[in-house]
């Protein structure tokens, strides 16, 4: 359906242009993402012009002259509602990962800078065993936060099931999202979707390891998020309404 060679640029606005609803395009242009460059842009020889790519994939929706903001950027924002925190991956010894802890660490920083009242840590708790957002609190607590600005979102167990939770749960309108650069893009698109104001503050305060496998999976879990933002599918969880502008110790176990 698309040109491999000549037409890069021109995928991706196949993508996301709904003007005229979904159509056989769309989908074209989804599955030819998937087929070239999460399977062909593999060896080792094409893997910078890959991530270049991943990196141009939502790029529209960054606006990065509006919504997408260094750490010093955000304090000129006014009204926030809170600032927004997404979980990844806590060690077996109870510590957050490298990704975690730069995440948390803008976060604070960005809470003690005045940028906004409230915290929300956001992330997977749906096991006993297994628990990112007492984790992510409590570093925060270890910090100076009071517990009673920082929120705990039990059931952000995707991207998308956070930012709908931010809205329909904690009723936040005007967030700032804190999370690494490379997932900002899908990230801000989501947020723009489900009718958030939402700016991006990146946590990049080093390099990660296995982010090629990052950016595989990303570009996967960009054409998925498309889709759910046209359907919009309530998340597994919801509940009664949790107003961010309350006492965030309501929401500890």
């Known amino acids: 359906f698309f040109d491999i060679t000549d037409n890069k640029s021109e995928v991706y606005k196949y993508v996301f242009d709904t003007t005229n609803g979904i159509t056989e395009k769309n989908y074209n242009a989804i599955c030819w993402l998937i087929n070239n460059f999460y399977l062909e842009y593999q060896d080792d020889e094409q893997e910078t012009q890959y991530n270049k790519f991943l990196n141009n994939v939502f790029a ?43 995440r948390l660490r803008r976060g604070i920083e960005l809470y003690n800078q005045g940028v906004a009242p409230k915290i929300i840590m956001s992330g997977d708790h749906g096991q006993k065993e297994y628990d990112e957002v007492n984790t992510m609190k409590q570093v925060a607590v270890d910090a100076g936060i009071p517990s009673n600005d920082i929120f ?11 930012l709908y939770r931010a809205k329909k749960i904690f009723e936040a309108d005007k967030i700032i999202v804190v999370t690494q650069k490379y997932h900002l893009y899908r990230t801000m698109y989501i947020a723009e979707k489900l009718g958030i104001e939402a700016y991006g503050v990146n946590a990049d305060y ?22 759910k933002t046209i359907f919009k599918p309530e998340p597994k969880y919801l509940g009664d309404a949790i107003p961010v502008s309350g006492d965030g110790d309501i929401t500890n176990d």
């Not at 705990?152 to 956070?162: L, W």
């Not at 595989?216 to 498309?226: G, P, Q, V």
């Open 206 to 227: 080093h390099t990660y390891w296995g982010q090629s496998n990052r950016d595989a999976r990303e570009i996967l879990a960009r054409c998925k998020d498309f889709i």
């Open 60 to 102: 529209d929706y960054l606006k990065a002259n509006e919504e997408y903001f260094g750490k010093d950027q955000a304090t000129k924002i006014d009204d926030i509602d809170c600032i927004v925190v997404l979980g990844c991956q806590v060690k077996d010894d109870g510590k957050p990962s490298d990704m975690l802890a730069d």
């Open 152 to 162: 705990m979102d039990h059931a952000g167990f995707s991207t998308y099931e956070t």
